[in-house]
């Protein structure tokens, strides 16, 4: 009887290993593809006025990056306080 039971639990606790296996596979394939998306940016023409450059190009250089990363800062910045609105 004892037996029966802990075969039981063990048969349980397999399942729901293969389970959780199961999910953890999803969850990497869909991080997988997240970052794939992140990889793949759009490409944008950007006209700006020489001194609007200058300013973002001292800024870049003070940040420690380049001036199309600076952009990119930014306007994620920009996206993420227009979010908590």
């Known amino acids: ?5 802990l ?3 063990e048969q349980k ?3 729901r290993l293969a ?7 999803e969850v990497r394939r869909k991080e997988k593809s997240l970052k794939e998306k992140e990889k793949a940016k759009k490409q944008v023409l950007l006209r700006l006025s ?3 450059w200058e300013e973002l190009a ?8 380049s001036i199309n990363g600076q952009i990119e ?4 910045e920009c ?3 227009r979010k908590k609105k």
């Open 1 to 5: 009887m004892e037996n029966q039971k």
């Open 79 to 81: 996206v993420r306080n």
């Open 73 to 76: 800062y930014l306007l994620s």
């Open 19 to 25: 389970r959780v296996e199961e999910l953890e596979k």
């Open 50 to 52: 020489p001194s609007l």
């Open 7 to 9: 075969d039981a639990q």
């Open 58 to 65: 001292a800024w870049a250089e003070a940040d420690f990056r």
């Open 13 to 15: 606790l397999k399942e």
